[in-house]
């Protein structure tokens, strides 16, 4: 995902890292032998906006998903929708954690944080079935299973709302996700455990 450089004059251009499954569609999509570029114009920071250095403590390059003994965090993906699956596994693992796999469903997630005891879930509020991540999320918290960051994109949904924030000690992160924010979330999660 979007990581960014900043240049002598304040403008930031922002690296985007696609996920396998948009790279092999876009494969089958595009003559033999030729490349695809995409060029952006860059984006002026607003007055006011702390300049930092690439390198600096804001650069989510420096989120790194390893534990204090310098053990990758494990992350467990619970997402029905296969390209933010795949886009969030790659963020986990650019970051330096280790992903433990894709669940599709809110009973399959219970189940395997239950077998594989992940450090971290993260877990989708909209899911096929009987029950959704929400749901799971509350079960997988009770049973002390894993740590939870639970990842949404239904902020403007009220119901939504109030259901996560009975969801105490559990982090939340709207859509789009950004690979800083997303990784300060696992952290925290995970140091929260």
Do not use: W
């Not at 985007?16 to 920071?45: D, E, F, N, Q, Y």
């Amino acid at each position: 995902m979007p990581a960014p450089a900043l240049d002598g004059i304040g403008h930031v251009t922002y690296k985007c890292v696609m996920p396998r499954s948009a790279l092999a569609a876009l494969a089958k999509h595009t003559a033999s032998g030729a490349s695809v570029h995409s060029v952006s114009s860059r984006v002026k920071l607003l007055p006011g906006t702390p300049r930092q250095p690439p390198g600096g403590p804001g650069d989510p390059r420096n989120a790194r998903l390893v534990t204090d003994s310098t053990r990758p965090v494990r992350v467990l993906i619970v997402d029905d929708d296969p390209a933010v699956a795949a886009v969030l596994e790659d963020m986990v693992v650019e970051a330096g954690g280790e992903s433990l796999g894709i669940i599709t469903s809110a009973l399959a997630a219970i189940g395997a944080a239950a077998v594989i005891a992940p450090d971290v879930v993260l877990m989708d509020v909209r899911l096929p079935g009987a029950m959704d991540g929400i749901e799971a999320a509350g079960i997988i918290r009770a049973r002390r299973s894993a740590a939870l960051v639970v990842v949404t994109g239904a902020a403007a949904d009220p119901d939504i709302r109030s259901r996560l924030k009975t969801l105490e000690g559990i982090e939340i992160v709207f859509k789009p996700v950004l690979e800083n924010e997303l990784c300060a979330a696992i952290l925290r999660a995970h140091a929260g455990r």
